[in-house]
Every structure is written in structure tokens, then in C-alpha cells.
């Protein structure tokens, strides 16, 4: 399996801190040159179809985007199964080596696997569990924001890749983990719990050291846009929809912080 890193060439410490985080766990990685959004055209972002319920990406969204779509091509033109994508601001435990040496672990019905935690309540199958090694992994029913690690089949890589030419329907971590997108419904999202790996910005949030990654995210506000438009009639009703849908997530499902260890 290959350890994929994605890594602007401007930004030289963030790679220097990558290889002292694979190489204190004696893991290889392949460095993969992100797409840089101080470099796209204004030619290449018209040409990007966009999907209509989602605003449209910052610049830096599609250079995140557009570099994690490299990895999906280089995982498909290798000979992997499987490969781990990471971010370069990406913290791995002590234990993350004994997920990334090889794939032989993960099941063959896997196509998404989070590795990563973003320390934000998720939803969860409440009654749904694999034990894997010294953890489990959980069906995701909810969004669980970030794209900083997981883990992604080749059969899963090859239909991303035919869907998303010049095409863009919301930035990489919704794309892959939010179930507003067709990935969540056409795939089961598992994540391995506890986590074997976060963002700086979720473990060191107060003392960073190499800064933000995104931080002009397009779909801050995009819920209270949402819930501004509506009118008296639609807002009962979505009152009464949430009661249902509470009751519901009461009984089927288990909302949950991952930690990672």
C-alpha cells in the first residue's frame, strides 16, 4: 500500500515535518506536489462545472481538490490495492504503523476508510462494529469533516476519477465524507476508531507551527444561508422534521468524538 503525502513546493517545512513524523514511525511515504491556488488560471476554474447546491470553491478548495485527484491517479496507475492519502500537516500516533506498512488489514469490501479524527461529534451505526486488531471500524452516518489521512481502494479511486472530470461538486472533504454528497450515498464510509491520525490544527490548535491549511472555506455560512431563506410555513416544518429525525437518530444511531491513539 502506498503512504501518499500531498505537499505544495513552497512550503518545504511541512514536508521536512512529514518526514520526521514517517521516519520516527520507520515508514516510507511518496511526496505528491499539490496543485498550488496561487497558480491556476482563470481559464482552468471556468472550465470546472459545478454542482448547484453547493457554493462555488475558493481557489484554494480547488488546488486541494485537484491534488488529492493526483493521488487517485497515481494509485491507479500503480499496482496497489490501496493507498493512504495524507495532508502535510498531518500528526500520526505511535500505533499508525501498524495500519500503514501494508493493506492486508483492511477488509475487501472497503472502498473509503478515515484514518483521521477531527474531534467534532459524528454519527455513527449505533449497532454496527468490526473489530480490527486493537480497534474498531464504525459506519459513518453522518459528516466527519477533514481529508488530512484516509484510506481509499483502487476500484473506488478509478470511479472518482471518471466522475470529477472537470468537474468539482463541493470541496474534498465533503466530497468524500458528507452525506450531501453521492460518494457517502453510493459507499459505505467506515472510520477506524480510535484514530491513528490528526490535523496540527485539531491536536496543536493553540501552538501551531506550520499554519493553517484551508482558510477560506466556502461553506462556512452555507447553513445559515440556508436557514435565513425560509419562510414561517417551512420552518415549522422542518421543526417538526427534526423531532422525527432526532427520535430516529436516538434509536439507530450513536453520536460520538473519535479520539485518536
Known sequence: MKNLVINLDRSPDRLKHCHKQ???????????????????SQSELDNIVLHKDWPKPTNSEFACFMSHRKCWEILVASTDEYAAIFEDDIILSDSAADFLES???????????RLETFKTKVYFKRWWRLQIRDRHLLKMVGFHAGAG??????RLAVSLLKE???????????YLFDPGCEVFANNIIFQLVPAVCAQEQVLSAGTLTLGGNIEDRSVVNLIQKKRGSLSGGQKMLR????????????????????DVQ
Open 22 to 40: 514517517f521516519g520516527r514511525l520507520k515508514l516510507d511515504f511518496e511526496r505528491v506536489a499539490a496543485v498550488d491556488a496561487r497558480g491556476l
Open 103 to 113: 493493506s492486508d488489514w483492511v477488509p475487501a469490501d472497503v472502498n473509503i476508510l
Open 239 to 258: 421543526e417538526l422534521k427534526r423531532g422525527v429525525y432526532k427520535l430516529k437518530r436516538l434509536a439507530v444511531d450513536k453520536r460520538m468524538i473519535v
Open 149 to 154: 489521512g484516509y484510506i481509499i481502494s483502487r
Open 164 to 174: 470529477t472530470v472537470n468537474y468539482m461538486p463541493a470541496p474534498v472533504d465533503h
